[in-house]
């Protein structure tokens, strides 16, 4: 896979309506996992703290993501990916 910038990328932060952090997240609370913290991350369905640290790892040494697939490329959250695609962003 290779990683390209898209020009002029908009930086911007998703909220969500009724707070994220209130419960687990469902495919119309898609998580932006360029700005998601550990906490927000752990709501995906069988993420723990160790695949969270994974994905933050991750975007702190390579910078933003540039597709939600670029999650499989860390291991520990491989394993899970098909179960968290859907409800997760790279906006």
């Not at 020009?7 to 687990?24: E, T």
């Amino acid at each position: 896979m290779t990683r390209t910038r898209t020009s002029a990328r908009a930086a911007a932060m998703v909220v969500f309506a009724g707070g994220l952090l209130a419960g687990p997240l469902h495919a119309a609370d898609k998580l932006n996992i360029n700005t998601a913290t550990e906490q927000d991350l752990m709501k995906l369905p069988e993420m723990s703290e160790a695949r969270a640290k994974g994905i933050i790892g991750y975007r702190k040494s390579t910078g933003e993501f540039i597709q939600i697939d670029e999650l499989e490329l860390i291991p520990q959250v491989k394993p899970i990916y098909p179960k968290i695609k859907d409800l997760v962003t790279v906006e």
